[in-house]
């Protein structure tokens, strides 16, 4: 069984930066080869995609935070991290990791980020 923390997050005014962690815990053969996926969910809204990096380090982001946000890796820690910079109102929510396979996905508790003035 694969446990996901998140952290970093917090309250932050607009053009403000975080970095929020997401570290993995489980045995060596669950770890091996996992992706990861960054969603978030505001207020009344539905969960949506943010970022993803794969065991080959290759990412993709949402067209939204493309240019302000960099999802990275640490194998040696087995940490994912979402840097993000710019920040605007709208990135507020909850942030959430979630460790992907072919055929298995867990997710984290989520980290609460506020963007406000």
């Known amino acids: 069984q694969v446990q996901l923390v998140e952290s970093g997050g917090g309250s932050v005014q607009p053009g403000g930066s975080l970095r929020l962690s997401c570290v993995a815990s489980?045995?060596?053969?669950?770890?091996?080869?996992?992706?990861y996926i960054w969603y978030r969910q505001a207020p009344g809204k539905q969960r949506e995609f943010v970022a993803t990096i794969g065991p080959d380090q290759n990412t993709n982001y949402a067209d939204f935070v493309r240019g302000r946000f960099t999802i990275s890796s640490d194998n040696a820690k087995n940490t994912v991290y979402l840097q993000m910079n710019s920040l605007k109102p709208e990135d507020t929510g909850i942030y959430y990791c979630?460790?992907?396979?072919?055929?298995?996905?867990?997710w984290g508790q989520g980290t609460q980020v506020t963007v406000s003035s």
């Open positions: 979630n460790a992907v396979t072919v055929r298995r996905s867990w």
């Open positions: 489980g045995s060596m053969f669950e770890l091996r080869g996992l992706g």
